[in-house]
């Protein structure tokens, strides 16, 4: 089954909001969440975050080329129960490699690859490793479904798609007529 992951925005206006979306994420199915670390400190954010959640992967993609501090991802690890992963670039690989935040990791566990259609996606189909696609949000209930099943296809362990209104509704009701939210809701 095809995974989802949603990369944040990194930076917050309201703590509160931002963490209550963070959790209904993490409630709605979502594997992993991601941020930048363009905004604000990402270790104090993802610490926070691994604060309101129990089994969300949360990731911080690297923008630079600094890397990240050994010191706090120890401490990362132990409140995420290790569920922390960086993502950077690597000279001699294509897209982003993934790498567990612990001690001692230095072996890729996957790619995140930026890509325009599933048919971009190059999987090889011996490898061991998590291939996530970064895709734009689908139009539609349909369009999302369809998109899901390319990149299924395609041999991806997930997409990874950005914050917006519709991500959270799209995760929580993936089928085009399937809106028993609304009833529940309304009575």
Same mark, same amino acid.
């Not at 095809?2 to 944040?8: F, G, S």
């Not at 992993?32 to 954010?45: E, M």
């Not at 399937?178 to 309304?186: A, F, M, N, V």
């Given at each position: 089954? $095809?995974?989802?992951?949603?990369?944040?925005?990194?930076?917050? *206006? #309201?703590?509160?909001?931002?963490?209550?979306?963070?959790?209904?994420?993490?409630?709605?199915?979502?594997?992993? @969440?991601?941020?930048?670390?363009?905004? $604000?400190? =990402?270790?104090? !954010?993802? /610490?926070?975050?691994?604060?309101?959640?129990? &089994?969300? &992967?949360?990731?911080?993609?690297?923008?630079?080329?600094?890397?990240?501090? =050994?010191? =706090? !991802?120890?401490? @990362? %690890?132990?409140?995420?129960?290790?569920?922390?992963?960086?993502?950077?670039?690597?000279?001699?690989? #294509?897209?982003?490699?993934?790498? *567990?935040? /612990?001690?001692?990791? #230095?072996?890729?566990?996957?790619?995140?690859?930026?890509? %325009?259609?599933?048919?971009? !996606?190059?999987?090889?189909?011996?490898?061991?490793?998590?291939?996530?696609?970064?895709?734009?949000? =689908?139009?539609?209930?349909?369009?999302?479904?369809?998109?899901?099943?390319?990149?299924?296809?395609?041999?991806?362990?997930?997409?990874?798609?950005?914050?917006?209104?519709?991500? @959270?509704?799209? !995760?929580? *009701?993936?089928?085009?007529?399937? &809106?028993?939210? $609304? @009833?529940?809701?309304?009575?």
């Amino acid at each position: 089954m $095809l995974q989802v992951a949603v990369r944040l925005p990194a930076t917050i *206006n #309201e703590v509160g909001e931002y963490l209550a979306d963070v959790t209904a994420f993490e409630a709605a199915g979502a594997a992993a @969440l991601w941020i930048d670390d363009t905004g $604000l400190d =990402p270790w104090v !954010l993802l /610490g926070a975050m691994a604060a309101v959640t129990h &089994r969300v &992967r949360l990731g911080c993609i690297l923008e630079s080329d600094l890397g990240p501090p =050994p010191d =706090p !991802l120890a401490t @990362l %690890q132990k409140l995420s129960r290790g569920r922390t992963m960086v993502a950077m670039s690597q000279p001699g690989h #294509e897209g982003r490699r993934i790498f *567990n935040a /612990g001690p001692n990791n #230095e072996a890729a566990t996957g790619t995140i690859f930026e890509v %325009q259609s599933a048919d971009q !996606l190059d999987v090889a189909p011996d490898a061991h490793i998590e291939v996530w696609a970064a895709i734009e949000v =689908p139009s539609d209930r349909a369009a999302w479904a369809e998109t899901l099943s390319a990149y299924e296809a395609a041999g991806a362990t997930g997409v990874i798609l950005p914050w917006n209104e519709r991500v @959270l509704d799209l !995760l929580r *009701n993936p089928e085009p007529d399937d &809106r028993t939210d $609304l @009833l529940i809701s309304t009575g």
